[in-house]
């Protein structure tokens, strides 16, 4: 009985230490990404798109255009993975690219609808 007892404590003691904390030898915790993250898209003169640029299915209410504001910068994002598209006048959807962002500064550019 004093082994069964034993095995039962020390298997206990083992699962509570050894189970998954989220720390780093854990794989398949989210990684977890602090600081500031901000996010920089570019539309190339060639590619046609214009539009209000959207983050995550939420309107940053910046207008980028190839001809004339081919660039727009967000501040302060949360960092992890993001949806970046355009809505037009239309309204039409371009395309969606998905960036990973991290703390500082994130580029990404549009090069076609």
Do not use: R
């Amino acid at each position: 009985m004093k082994k069964i007892s034993s095995f039962i404590f020390i298997f206990v003691f083992l699962v509570l230490l050894g189970g998954c904390y989220c720390g780093p030898c854990c794989p398949t915790c989210p990684p977890t990404q602090t600081g500031s993250c901000n996010l920089i898209v570019t539309v190339t003169y060639t590619s046609n798109v214009y539009g209000t640029l959207y983050l995550n299915d939420k309107s940053t209410g910046l207008y980028v255009d190839f001809e004339y504001c081919p660039s727009a910068q967000i501040k302060k994002v949360p960092c992890g993975l993001a949806k970046v598209y355009f809505i037009d006048s239309g309204p039409c959807v371009s395309h969606v690219e998905y960036i990973d962002l991290k703390p500082g500064d994130n580029y990404i550019t549009f090069t076609y609808w």
